[in-house]
C-alpha cells in the first residue's frame, strides 16, 4: 500500500470511527425462537379453488381476460 | 472435528431444536461480528445475525455435517449483508444515513467536521456492495485479505482487485466533493 493509499486509509478510519464494535450485546436466541415457532403462512384451500376456478375461466373463455385486466 | 461436534451437527440436520439452539448459542456472537464489519450498525447486523440463522435452520437438510459450519453461516452471512448493502442507498440516501449511524454508534474523530465525515460516507455509499464491503473490510476493518477472501468465496487476488477498484472510485468521488486524501 503507498503513501496515498495509507492517507485514504487515515481518512475512512477516522470518518467513520475505525472498527466496528463486534460485541453482541445481548442474547438474540429468544427472538430466534420467536421466529421459529411461529405458524407459517397457510393459503386457505378456497382460494386455491378461486384461483383455479378463475384460470379455467380464463382458458375457456378467454375474450374474458381484458374485462378481467380492467378489474384489476 | 471431534465426534460430538459431527454428532450434534446430524441432529441439526434432522431438525432437532435443542441442536440447533447450541450450534446458535456458540456462533450468534461470531456471526453477528463478521455482519457488523461488514454493514457498520449494530440494528441491522443483528437483524442480519437471526436472518443468518434462519437460512440455515430452513437448509439444514442441504447441510453436510461434515464440512465446518462457521464457514458455511459466514458465507450465507456475507451474502446477506450484500444484498443488504446493496438495498439500503435506495432506501435511505446515505449523504446523511450513513453518517447520522455513523455518528450515533460509532465515535468518528472529532477533528474531521461532519462535513468530510459526511462526505465520505456519501462517497461510500456510492460504491457497488462488493467493492463497499471489500474496501471496509480491508480498510477500516483492517480484516486480512485471506479472510474476506474466505468469506466472499473469491480468491486473495480477487480482493485485491476489489480494494484496488474501490480505491480508485473512492479517491475520484472524494475528489468530486473537494476532499484530497
Same mark, same amino acid.
Not at chain 2, 10 to 15: C, D, N, P, Y
Not at chain 2, 16 to 40: C, H, M, N, P, S
Not at chain 2, 146 to 164: H, M
Given at each position: ?6 492517507? &485514504? ?31 407459517? *403462512? ?7 379453488? &378461486?384461483?383455479?376456478?378463475? &384460470?379455467?375461466?380464463? &382458458? ?7 374485462? *378481467?385486466?380492467?378489474?384489476? | ?153 473469491? +480468491?486473495?487476488?480477487?480482493?485485491? +482487485? ?10 475520484? +468521488? ?8
Amino acid at each position: 500500500m503507498n503513501e496515498r493509499d495509507e492517507a &485514504l486509509k487515515e481518512l475512512l478510519k477516522r470518518a467513520t470511527g475505525g472498527p466496528a464494535d463486534p460485541e453482541l450485546k445481548h442474547d438474540l436466541w429468544p427472538e430466534m425462537l420467536r421466529r421459529l415457532e411461529r405458524p407459517p *403462512v397457510r393459503i386457505p384451500w378456497w382460494d386455491w379453488a &378461486l384461483a383455479a376456478a378463475l &384460470l379455467l375461466c380464463l &382458458l375457456l373463455f378467454p375474450e374474458t381476460i381484458p374485462a *378481467v385486466l380492467y378489474q384489476l | 472435528m471431534t465426534g460430538t461436534v459431527e454428532a450434534e451437527l446430524e441432529q441439526f440436520t434432522r431438525g432437532d431444536i435443542q441442536a440447533f439452539e447450541t450450534l446458535f448459542r456458540e456462533y450468534q456472537g461470531k456471526v453477528y461480528a463478521w455482519i457488523v464489519r461488514i454493514v457498520r450498525d449494530p440494528g441491522a447486523a443483528e437483524d442480519l445475525t437471526l436472518e443468518t440463522f434462519w437460512r440455515i435452520y430452513r437448509a439444514r437438510a442441504r447441510f453436510d455435517p461434515r464440512r465446518p459450519f462457521g464457514a458455511w453461516a459466514r458465507r450465507i452471512a456475507t451474502n446477506l449483508a450484500l444484498e443488504h448493502l446493496s438495498r439500503r442507498p435506495a432506501e435511505k440516501p446515505l449523504d446523511d444515513g450513513l453518517a447520522r449511524r455513523a455518528a450515533a454508534t460509532l465515535t468518528p474523530d472529532s477533528a474531521i467536521g461532519a462535513e468530510v465525515r459526511a462526505k465520505v460516507a456519501a462517497a461510500l455509499g456510492e460504491l457497488p456492495a462488493k467493492l463497499r464491503a471489500a474496501v471496509t473490510l480491508a480498510m477500516i476493518e483492517e480484516t486480512p485479505y485471506a479472510e474476506i477472501a474466505d468469506a466472499l468465496g473469491i +480468491s486473495i487476488n480477487g480482493v485485491k +482487485s476489489r480494494v484496488f477498484r474501490a480505491v480508485r472510485l473512492l479517491r475520484r +468521488s472524494l475528489e468530486k466533493r473537494g476532499v484530497c486524501p
